[in-house]
């Protein structure tokens, strides 16, 4: 909603003006408070160096390290079954295109073909440079460093080259020296493929888990990787562990009902055929991510987190399917665990999902049915909130004129108690006489707070919809390229900054003295333009357009009988004020 200030002021001493106050410094700390928490980046945890530094890793050790050049094998038997050449897969249905290499039967290329990526171009969900250095999504994860690099490593024998078309079910065979492996993968016309992988050592399966080691392919910026979570469901529980609680070659108990990794708008969660034996693997890497991406300079460099997860059966062979995709709620909903729980949750809206949703489900209504365009139907939405508001800014009015109104009545009370102390009892009997005072005269002390305990749940409820939904994700409108990107020109921000400051004076505010009255109309527009200036243009444009359109609301309501009746009240308040002051003076 737009940023309207309570101009209901009683007391003579400022109480609406604290409240605001109040109701502002709350609202600063905790919308600065998720930027800070949001874009901070840890420091490379000790363990992980220390696993890139060991030929093995155990369960509690950091995330996998980079490939050797080489890692000794055993000699071939008459029992090998391996590739003599690298060779290339491609499975494509609408949805992706998928590039398996068989060189560890793992996964070069995964191109969402609806979604692009900074450049314009169909979207890589393999992050290459990260990959690169722990590993490519759908490779093998062991605890002892070198299986897992002999595994990456050697060539399998595919059961088709070239391309081909889902449905479809790809697999791979690798036998050598006693190790036998088997990796199947069966395509259909969704975003989920079901894996199924066994590992053995002379007939005893191995401690194996299929793994998505290396984030994303949308990852270019440090929020972008900070944006990283595991995700787990556990007997229904749904969690998210932010890259900051993540700990490196952690071993994580199930049962688990579905668990995984996404960032910002991208997930890859594995679902277990079998949730009571399922273990997953947390992994957390860092790599240096340039500080400007249009001029890339390696001594101008910061570490981002690179969070990766892999899945396993305890009891021996995994089958499990994992979903590879956007997280749209429409999507997430239709894929379902075995317990029947849908990944929905993957969608994380926060303590404020249970504004944040709704206000998105609306938002999407008015997409497909009104307008189809991003920017207009949160404008269409603002406007729609802005009037069911309307009543009670209304109602704000009338009780900071019924306050006004009775505000001689109240300091006459106040004068016949303050020769008593704060703690004579008798104090007591002049609170209680104020009450039937405000009773009497039908005045409710918090009416003028009403309409802010609602704007500010609006406003981070906005904040948490517009900064998750992948739907705002490259969505233009007008000069805007991207409504989850902050304004290029920062013309929101700067019409942010105009629309609070004439809000602030427009409204009337008559028990505010003039330095509270100077720091809500210059600083606070300010300091709220400035954050708006780094932030997604979505959200300075639904703010900027509720603010004007509380400018017009306040103009309107100032040329009615009770604006001009408030104005005039005002008005000769601050003239008692003003004539006080220089009483004082002389």
């Known amino acids: 909603m737009a940023e309207i200030k309570n101009p209901n002021q009683q007391g003579g001493g400022g109480q609406d003006s604290r409240t605001i106050l109040i109701f502002t410094g709350i609202f600063l700390v905790l919308f600065l408070g998720l930027q800070y928490f949001k874009k901070k980046e840890p420091e490379p945890p000790a363990v992980q160096q220390h696993a890139a530094s060991t030929s093995t890793a155990s369960p509690q050790q950091a995330a996998t390290p980079a490939l050797p050049v080489s890692t000794p094998e055993p000699p071939p038997s008459a029992s090998t079954l391996a590739a003599e050449n690298e060779s290339t897969t491609v499975v494509e249905n609408e949805l992706y295109r998928v590039t398996f290499t068989n060189r560890g039967a793992q996964v070069k290329s ?75 993968f069966s395509f259909d016309s969704s975003y989920v493929v079901h894996t199924d992988v066994s590992v053995t050592q002379n007939g005893a399966p191995l401690a194996v888990l299929l793994a998505w080691p290396s984030g994303f392919g949308d990852q270019n910026t440090l929020p972008q990787y900070a944006g990283g979570t595991i995700d787990t469901s556990q007997n229904g529980k749904d969690d998210q562990i932010a890259y900051k609680k993540v700990v490196g070659g952690d071993t994580l108990r199930g049962p688990f009902d579905w668990a995984g990794v996404s960032d910002l708008y991208f997930a890859a969660i594995f679902l277990p055929d079998d949730p009571s034996n399922a273990t997953l693997v947390s992994l957390h890497n860092t790599i240096s991510v340039p500080r400007n991406l249009k001029k890339p300079d390696p001594t101008q460099t910061d570490q981002a987190s690179v969070l990766g997860a892999a ?67 949160i404008l269409l939405l603002t406007i729609v909130l802005n009037i069911a508001m309307l009543p009670t800014r209304i109602q704000m009015m009338k009780s900071s004129l019924k306050m006004q109104r009775i505000q001689p009545e109240m300091e006459a009370i106040k004068a016949k108690y303050a020769k008593y102390k704060v ?75 105009i629309s609070m400051f004439l809000t602030q004076y427009l409204t009337p505010s008559p028990g505010m003295d003039p330095a509270q009255q100077k720091m809500m109309a210059f600083t606070m527009p300010a300091v709220f333009g400035f954050m708006m200036w780094n932030y997604g243009s979505g959200l300075s444009l639904y703010w900027a357009c509720g603010n004007f359109i509380g400018v017009a609301t306040q103009l309107i309501i100032n040329r009615s009988k009770m604006g001009r009746e408030m104005r005039e009240r005002a008005a000769k308040r601050a003239a008692k004020r003003t004539g006080k002051v220089i009483n004082a003076r002389r």
């Not at 849908?342 to 709704?358: D, H, N, R, T, Y």
């Not at 904040?463 to 705002?472: A, C, F, S």
């Open 110 to 184: 995964w191109i969402l073909k609806k979604y692009k990526d900074d450049d314009g171009k169909p979207l890589d969900l393999v992050n290459q440079a990260a990959a690169a250095k722990f590993g490519y999504p759908l490779s093998l994860y062991a605890y002892d460093a070198n299986l897992r690099n002999r595994l990456a490593r050697v060539l399998y024998v595919p059961s088709a080259t070239g391309t081909v078309t889902a449905p479809n079910t790809l697999s791979f065979e690798y036998s050598s020296g006693g190790l036998t492996v088997h990796k199947s």
């Open 311 to 377: 899945i396993g059966d305890t009891s021996g062979p995994l089958k499990a399917r994992i979903f590879v995709g956007p997280k749209s709620l429409d999507v997430l909903a239709s894929v379902h665990a075995v317990n029947g729980s849908s990944l929905e949750k993957v969608v994380s809206f926060g303590w404020m999902g249970i504004i944040a949703k709704p206000l998105f489900l609306i938002l999407r209504f008015i997409y497909e049915h009104i307008v189809a365009n991003w920017g207009w139907s």
């Open 423 to 497: 703690t004579d009892p008798r104090k007591q009997e002049m609170q209680h006489e104020i009450m039937e005072l405000q009773k009497r005269e039908g005045v409710n002390m918090f009416g003028g707070c009403l309409p802010m305990l609602i704007q500010w749940p609006l406003l981070f409820g906005f904040y948490r919809m517009l900064g998750n939904v992948i739907e705002l994700r490259q969505a233009h409108w007008l000069w805007l390229p991207d409504l989850s990107a902050p304004d290029p020109w920062h013309i929101l921000p700067i019409s942010v900054v």
